[in-house]
């Protein structure tokens, strides 16, 4: 249905080919279906591999309300949406923003609590990855949309987007809010910044990033300055309204800052001695061990995605490498790299980056996509069995 109301629009406004619109719209459906399916199996297999790390997994969950192959997909901070969603706000979890787990909260008056931040999380990527066909499509070619949207799909960490995690969420209203930044429509742009914000604090990079792009089209032209003001004021709602929340009833507008220092993160630390630790890990720590090559993977993330960044804002659009700077550059004044690898799922310009590199040489493409397999199974198996890995 969607396909063929796609098909008429695009048919009346310009007389394209019927034939041509329907075939990439199906191969995004094709794609997601086949990478949800392979994640599953990854998921699956690691039962036989990977031994079962018992403690801070999704195992909170009755066997009665879901299986493991369900509750699996809520380790580690899918534990604490499931308990805001239940509970409220206590403890240290004023840490994780509040749009994700009220929505888990609503439709948990239907289905199980971790059954909701499932369904949310695939609707999303759904919708998101129509989004990113459709942003990517004002600049590139049909290729390098569908080459894009299947990166996202097969990247090694890919799963968090149907896991009780914001991460497709977050995909989703980014990628609309600029979207809409695009078409000029400024205010929906600001509204789903908001949300962007209210879903996970990094969307404040989205802040700056608008206000580049709003100097791409207007820079000549700074009578249209409102645009821009009232986009960021809508933007910034998102966090003002929860800091108004935590100050109306827990008497401390910055206690989703200060609830960090449950996992070290409470400080500001200069990025400079954040590689100055983890150096310290490379030399000191055992190498046999899971968490020395977790660390690893979180170091060398981190510079390849500052790398692409650099490639994004030189080669595809300024605002979107201001976006990917700036959202990287707030990891690290946590003083850990800590959730690095995973932060790629919210740089949604880095896969249009990844897709014109693929585009160049066939060796990078077919390598690089083995190695996403390899690490996905491996990851994958890691997160669903209970170790730490984003």
Same mark, same amino acid.
């Given at each position: 249905?969607?396909?063929?109301?796609?098909?008429?629009?695009?048919?009346?406004?310009?007389?394209?080919?019927?034939?041509?619109?329907?075939?990439?719209?199906?191969?995004?459906?094709?794609?997601?279906?086949?990478?949800?399916?392979?994640?599953?199996?990854?998921?699956?297999?690691?039962?036989?591999?990977?031994?079962?790390?018992?403690?801070?997994?999704?195992?909170?969950?009755?066997?009665?309300?879901?299986?493991?192959?369900?509750?699996?997909?809520?380790?580690?901070?899918?534990?604490?949406?499931?308990?805001?969603?239940?509970?409220?706000?206590?403890?240290?979890?004023?840490?994780?923003?509040?749009?994700?787990?009220?929505?888990?909260?609503? *439709?948990?008056? /239907?289905?199980?609590?971790?059954?909701?931040?499932?369904?949310? %999380?695939? !609707? $999303? =990527? +759904?919708? @998101?990855?129509?989004?990113?066909?459709?942003?990517?499509?004002?600049?590139?070619?049909?290729?390098?949309?569908?080459?894009?949207?299947?990166?996202?799909?097969?990247?090694?960490?890919?799963?968090?987007?149907?896991?009780?995690?914001?991460?497709?969420?977050?995909?989703?209203?980014?990628?609309?809010?600029?979207?809409?930044?695009?078409?000029?429509?400024?205010? *929906?742009?600001? /509204?789903?910044?908001?949300?962007?914000?209210?879903?996970?604090? %990094?969307? !404040? $990079? =989205? +802040?700056? @990033?608008?206000?580049?792009?709003?100097?791409?089209?207007?820079?000549?032209?700074?009578?249209?300055?409102?645009?821009?003001?009232?986009?960021?004021?809508?933007?910034?709602?998102?966090?003002?309204?929860?800091?108004?929340?935590?100050?109306?009833?827990?008497?401390?507008?910055?206690?989703?800052?200060?609830?960090?220092?449950?996992?070290?993160?409470?400080?500001?630390?200069?990025?400079?001695?954040?590689?100055?630790?983890?150096?310290?890990?490379?030399?000191? !720590?055992?190498?046999?061990?899971?968490?020395?090559?977790?660390?690893?993977?979180?170091?060398?993330?981190?510079?390849?995605?500052?790398?692409?960044?650099?490639?994004?804002?030189?080669?595809?659009?300024?605002?979107?490498?201001?976006?990917?700077?700036?959202?990287?550059?707030?990891?690290?004044?946590?003083?850990?790299?800590?959730?690095?690898?995973?932060?790629?799922?919210?740089?949604?310009?880095?896969?249009?980056?990844?897709?014109?590199?693929?585009?160049?040489?066939?060796?990078?493409?077919?390598?690089?996509?083995?190695?996403?397999?390899?690490?996905?199974?491996?990851?994958?198996?890691?997160?669903?069995?209970?170790?730490?890995?984003?």
């Amino acid at each position: 249905m969607l396909s063929k109301t796609i098909t008429s629009s695009c048919w009346k406004r310009s007389g394209c080919s019927k034939k041509s619109l329907v075939i990439p719209y199906s191969k995004l459906g094709k794609y997601f279906i086949a990478s949800r399916i392979l994640f599953l199996l990854f998921a699956f297999l690691a039962i036989f591999f990977v031994p079962l790390q018992e403690g801070y997994i999704g195992r909170q969950v009755s066997t009665q309300e879901a299986s493991f192959l369900t509750w699996s997909w809520a380790n580690f901070d899918g534990r604490h949406f499931i308990n805001i969603a239940r509970l409220g706000y206590r403890n240290f979890d004023f840490a994780y923003f509040p749009l994700y787990p009220i929505l888990i909260s609503l *439709l948990g008056y /239907i289905v199980p609590h971790v059954w909701a931040g499932i369904i949310i %999380s695939t !609707v $999303a =990527l +759904v919708l @998101a990855i129509y989004v990113v066909y459709k942003l990517i499509e004002l600049d590139f070619s049909k290729e390098t949309a569908n080459l894009a949207v299947f990166l996202i799909l097969l990247f090694p960490l890919s799963f968090f987007y149907h896991s009780v995690y914001p991460d497709s969420l977050f995909l989703l209203f980014s990628t609309t809010s600029f979207y809409f930044a695009r078409k000029d429509k400024w205010w *929906l742009a600001g /509204i789903f910044c908001g949300l962007t914000i209210v879903t996970r604090l %990094s969307g !404040v $990079a =989205l +802040v700056t @990033a608008l206000a580049v792009e709003w100097y791409l089209q207007y820079k000549n032209r700074p009578l249209y300055l409102n645009k821009l003001v009232g986009a960021l004021t809508l933007g910034t709602s998102g966090l003002v309204g929860y800091m108004v929340y935590l100050w109306y009833y827990f008497g401390d507008p910055l206690l989703f800052q200060k609830s960090m220092s449950a996992w070290n993160q409470g400080a500001w630390v200069f990025p400079p001695q954040v590689v100055f630790r983890y150096l310290k890990i490379f030399f000191f !720590v055992n190498k046999n061990l899971v968490v020395y090559w977790i660390a690893a993977l979180e170091f060398v993330s981190f510079f390849a995605y500052l790398l692409l960044a650099f490639f994004v804002y030189k080669r595809v659009r300024r605002s979107y490498g201001v976006f990917m700077f700036v959202l990287l550059l707030l990891v690290t004044f946590t003083g850990t790299f800590a959730g690095t690898p995973r932060y790629m799922l919210h740089l949604f310009p880095g896969f249009i980056g990844m897709s014109l590199i693929f585009q160049k040489s066939n060796v990078v493409k077919y390598g690089l996509l083995v190695l996403f397999l390899a690490l996905g199974f491996v990851l994958t198996g890691l997160f669903t069995r209970g170790y730490f890995v984003g």
